[in-house]
Each structure stands twice: as C-alpha cells, then as structure tokens.
C-alpha cells in the first residue's frame, strides 16, 4: 500500500467569543506563489499587521 501525501488546506474561522485575543503568527509562503487563495491570505495578513503596527 502506497502513501499519499496531500497538502493540508487552508480554513478561515473566525473567533466570536475573543475580542482580545492576541497571538504571534509566523508566515511562511513560496516565493513566486501564484494560488489566489495563498496570495490572498498573504495580502490580509499583511494588511493586519500594518494595522496592527499603526495602533
């Protein structure tokens, strides 16, 4: 029996019972990535930094 690997997904969730909730996140992508669901995320993960940073 063969094993297959498959990429684990991506899944947004938000969290509604934490206003406050603060945590580090680390980002790690390909450079060159090209998925719009990869690039997308980056884009708003970047956008909430930079709101972050501002505050």
Do not use: H, Q
Request: charged share 25%.
């Amino acid at each position: 029996m063969a094993f297959r690997w498959s990429p684990p997904s991506i899944v947004y969730c938000p969290v509604l019972d934490a206003p406050s909730l603060v945590a580090p996140l680390t980002l790690v992508y390909r450079r060159g990535e090209a998925r719009p669901i990869v690039t997308d995320f980056i884009k708003l993960s970047r956008k909430l930094d930079k709101n972050k940073r501002s505050n």
